[in-house]
């Protein structure tokens, strides 16, 4: 996919990478290790054309979409809301969104513009396959992810801060989704869920991956590649760092066993040429000699020295008592208005390598400066132990460094007026300035050696509680894990914040979660402190799923009692149905009976009118006249009794209908 062939490239007089060929091929997944300052993040422009190499060639494919996130980003003045900035993701979706709008614009003028219309539709399809329609959904779902509170998305992107910025442009390069994704140290500023996410992200990314980062948590959990940079070669090592690190390891144990075997063949050579030089019988062998000796393989070049050597050695601390520090009720605010946090109490023991963690904003720093006694709390106290000792630094010291005042006068000042030079030598030497380096200005140390500097500056009057605030920021993995096996050495009281989840876990012995809604202390590493999350998740998850199973039996149990009451129910009406019943049918009976004797008395009259009206000489008009006048009085009782009858008959239905009712 990529291929560097024989590329070199110096920058500031230093030779970053000379004469190196290495290949990236599709789907690989490569961590880029090495010191700082060693040029990954120069391979990384190279491939991005942001830079050209000064010899060699760098052959990349003209479609391959490629999405970067740099280290130092310049987008803070940039005025769109970070919502609209994530979701104005790179790749193809802003060049098709652009055409379609043009092609809309053309349609307005010209309907029935054929091939206008089918280049619409493709580009559609291609833009809705691509995720171009909920580009905001998901970008609002990355911003979360990220630590972004929902009431912030319409926030413009240079009103924040650049960590979060660094934030806002990580959601905008996921959500491009290119072929090629190259992250330079993703993790600076983001706290540990926020790095959880992006790995989580970053394990269904099923483009090609290239990642630069000390977090080794990240490069152990993302890759399956790793490309050492260091002293002007590209190495390639199979596998994730921490296999990277064994097999570096077996190569220079290879390389040194060969190295010694060629020099015992190499002495035993020239004892036998000086042995038997001067022998004429020999003579024939001594040249035999000569040639195999000249003849001899080089021998295999052995990998250079990472950046930081040798091992940061933290002086034994001064006793002190049992308990180094209790925090009883503490309680913070910076507006008088919103609580950091509130009601926060803990102690800390001798010896106890204490890592606090959480959310950014969750008072961490804060807490860290009001044990150190650098901010006084709102409410509440801090008491610290008998005999304790604080070193404290914090994460802007590194930048407060006198730019013009060498290492070894930084140490000197801030040790006692009677420490003498060769002390003062001993400590710098722990931390990796020995010999010249001592006397290097502030002005030209790395990131990486402006914080051992800084540990120096502690260490020369020995501390036992030690508070850390991201001590491994700016350090390469070697200055990393030289610090972690330090602390861990260390018989002193450490509180430490840190985002490094390898540091973490290698180093605290305890855990103090940071929350909104709870502060708590778990008293075991950050391992142990993950399994109990899982833990209460499991147990939070089963007491959920036996509420549900709970509600549900009991939506069952109503449901069978309702069914039974509505038996029941029925059952009743069936019964006082039955009851009524008769009354019922004896009113309708009788009813009946009065109608039927009205319509035939009325009938029987109207024949009688029939005949009076047609009479002849032998109608008997007395008899005729005689029965309508019975007919009428029999129809006028029938009637009334029909009345009352029927009103009896209205109120018993009503009567019927509401003991009969559902």
Known sequence: MIDFQNVSKILGGKTILDDVSFRINRGERIGFVGPNGTGKTTVFSMICSEITPDKGSILIPDKLRIGILHQQLSISTRQEDVLSFAASAGGELPRIQARIHELEKILQDDSGNTAALNELGSLQTQFEHLGG????????????????????????????????????????????????????????????????????????????????????????????????????????????????????????????????????????????????????????????WIKMLDKMDEEPQQPEDLHFQGRIRIPDPPRCGAQVCSVEKLEHTYDGKRFIF?????????????????????????????????????????????NVVIGYQAQEFAELLPPEQCAYDVVKQASAGDTPPSRIREILGAFGFSGDSAMKLCKVLSGGEKIRLCFARIFVNPPNLLILDEPTTHLDISAREALQDALTKYTGTVCFVSHDLEFLRGTATTILEMRRDRIRKYCGGFDYYEEKLAEEERQASEKQQKDERAAAKAAAAKNAAEELNQKERRRIKAARRNALLPEK??????????????????????????????????????????????????????????????????????????????
């Open 585 to 662: 049918r004896r009113l309708e009976r009788e009813l009946a009976r009065l109608e039927q004797l009205i319509e035939k008395g009325e009938a029987e009259k109207a024949e009688i009118n029939e005949q009076l009206m047609n009479a002849g000489p032998q109608t008997d008009f007395a008899t005729l006249q005689k029965r309508s006048k019975a007919l009428d009085y029999d129809i006028s009782k029938a009637t009334l009794e029909w009345d009352s009858v029927a009103s009896e008959h209205e109120a018993f239905m009503r009567r019927y209908e509401e003991e009969t009712a559902d």
């Open 133 to 288: 329609y909920d580009s905001e959904h998901r970008a609002e779902a990355a911003l979360a992810g990220l630590g972004f509170s929902e009431n912030t998305f319409h926030n413009p992107i240079s009103s924040f801060s650049g960590g979060w910025q660094m934030r806002a442009a990580m959601a905008r390069v996921l959500l491009g989704n290119p072929d090629i994704l190259l992250l330079d140290e993703p993790s600076n500023y983001l706290d540990i869920p926020a790095v959880e996410w992006l790995q989580k992200q970053l394990k269904t990314f099923t483009g090609t991956l290239l990642l630069v980062s000390h977090d080794r948590f990240l490069l152990n959990t993302l890759t399956d590649l790793t490309l050492e940079i260091n002293g002007g070669k590209v190495t390639r090592y199979p596998g994730n760092y921490n296999k990277y690190m064994v097999e570096r390891e077996g190569r220079i144990a290879l390389a040194e066993s060969i190295r010694k075997n060629n020099e015992k063949k190499r002495d035993k050579l020239k004892e036998n040429i000086e042995r038997f030089r001067c022998k004429a019988t020999k003579a024939a062998q001594v040249q035999m």
């Open 342 to 386: 509130r009601d926060l109490s803990f102690s800390v023991e001798n010896g106890e390598k204490l890592g606090i963690v959480g959310y950014n904003g969750m008072g961490k720093t804060t807490l860290l400066r009001m044990i150190a006694g650098t901010l006084k709390p709102t409410g509440g106290e801090v008491h610290i132990g008998h």
